[in-house]
């Protein structure tokens, strides 16, 4: 399978963070990831296109899965929900999504199920939080705080994040697997396990940057159970007034995220350390993510509203210090050296 050199672009535009990973990953899995990851983004789009009511986002959703799933063969137009897209990109995106899904045809039929199943994940990920939240846009919350809803407990926060990214780490171990190395020993359930809780640590990571953007929207991910035990609440959450109650808790999520990480770093080192292409493409994110856990680990609540992120200048230091240690395995294994409290078998936050 090649990708036209139009959706390439594509994929560049709609994301410059996994473009790199997607760019060094070796040429026999590439193709079906960026495809994956293209239709994902298409749904996400879809999802986030809040100038429309819930319903019609819902539909959108459905129809695209439809097709995905190959239940259904109506050309999809979506040039109304293209036209209330603020980036270029995202336009672009959906304009052409009649020509990412005509790729799936070019898949294998064992590399089109894995593709159906992890987009299915996904979508129904997006789905459950737009029924979630959809209540928002009935009320007319915005971001002045007048509404916030949360989740209620632990649980869903973690079904929430196997959803939308841990079932991706189960995809890229599954479709990596059967192309690079399918007579490789190893431990088979904790090779996924690791995968799984790779994606859901990236996804945590994403989430407690997000905070006061999500918390401005109406949306708290950190769920009521804790909220409740720590006697905070959505509204007030990160008030300077309830700093030394927030700090603790938010983190205990820092921990859990880092666990979640340091177990993706368990997964990049059992791959075959001949696959080196594939070790960089799982490095990155890991030592990205811990990257920003360290500077959302050391900010007080007002400079956690400013949205923290890692410089592109610390990504290319990123990117080259592991080029450099790639080929030397003390070298690349002192890259990230968790804390003895980041590795754990389950990365439970109680």
């Given at each position: 399978?090649?990708?036209?050199?139009?959706?390439?672009?594509?994929?560049?535009?709609?994301?410059?963070?996994?473009?790199?990973?997607?760019?060094?990953?070796?040429?026999?899995?590439?193709?079906?990831?960026?495809?994956?990851?293209?239709?994902?983004?298409?749904?996400?789009?879809?999802?986030?296109?809040?100038?429309?009511?819930?319903?019609?986002?819902?539909?959108?959703?459905?129809?695209?899965?439809?097709?995905?799933?190959?239940?259904?063969?109506?050309?999809?137009?979506?040039?109304?929900?293209?036209?209330?897209?603020?980036?270029?990109?995202?336009?672009?995106?959906?304009?052409?999504?009649?020509?990412?899904?005509?790729?799936?045809?070019?898949l294998s039929a064992a590399d089109l199920k894995l593709v159906r199943e992890v987009l299915t994940t996904i979508t129904s990920g997006q789905e459950m939080d737009l029924r979630r939240f959809g209540q928002l846009a009935?009320?007319?919350?915005?971001?002045?705080?007048?509404?916030?809803?949360?989740?209620?407990?632990?649980?869903?926060?973690?079904?929430?994040?196997?959803?939308?990214?841990?079932?991706?780490?189960?995809?890229?171990?599954?479709?990596?697997?059967?192309?690079?190395?399918?007579?490789?020993?190893?431990?088979?359930?904790?090779?996924?396990?690791?995968?799984?809780?790779?994606?859901?640590?990236?996804?945590?990571?994403?989430?407690l940057r997000d905070l006061p953007a999500d918390l401005k929207n109406g949306r708290c991910y950190l769920p009521t159970q804790r909220l409740d035990e720590a006697k905070l609440f959505p509204e007030t959450l990160l008030s300077p007034a309830n700093a030394q109650k927030f700090l603790p808790l938010f983190h205990e999520y820092l921990d859990k995220a880092e666990s979640h990480l340091a177990a993706g770093w368990r997964y990049t080192n059992t791959l075959p350390f001949g696959e080196f292409r594939l070790r960089l493409a799982c490095a990155w994110p890991v030592l990205l993510g811990i990257k920003t856990i360290e500077k959302l680990r050391a900010a007080s609540v007002t400079e956690l509203q400013q949205r923290l992120k890692v410089s592109r200048g610390e990504v290319r230091g990123i990117i080259f210090r592991s080029l450099l240690a790639s080929p030397f395995p003390m070298a690349w294994r002192k890259l990230y050296l968790p804390d003895a409290k980041a590795v754990d078998s389950s990365g439970n936050l109680a």
């Open positions: 399978m090649q990708m036209p050199k139009q959706l390439t672009d594509l994929l560049k535009a709609t994301s410059r963070s996994f473009y790199l990973t997607l760019r060094v990953l070796p040429a026999a899995v590439r193709p079906q990831i960026g495809l994956a990851y293209l239709l994902a983004r298409t749904t996400d789009t879809i999802a986030d296109t809040e100038i429309l009511p819930v319903a019609q986002r819902l539909e959108a959703l459905q129809k695209l899965r439809e097709r995905i799933l190959g239940q259904n063969s109506a050309l999809l137009n979506f040039g109304a929900l293209a036209q209330s897209q603020g980036l270029p990109a995202e336009k672009l995106l959906l304009e052409k999504t009649e020509e990412s899904l005509a790729l799936l045809q070019t009935k009320s007319g919350a915005s971001a002045t705080g007048q509404q916030i809803i949360a989740l209620e407990t632990a649980a869903e926060l973690d079904d929430y994040t196997y959803r939308v990214a841990g079932c991706v780490g189960e995809f890229w171990t599954k479709i990596c697997r059967a192309q690079l190395f399918p007579n490789a020993r190893l431990d088979e359930k904790q090779f996924i396990t690791d995968g799984i809780r790779f994606g859901k640590g990236l996804q945590l990571v994403n989430i």
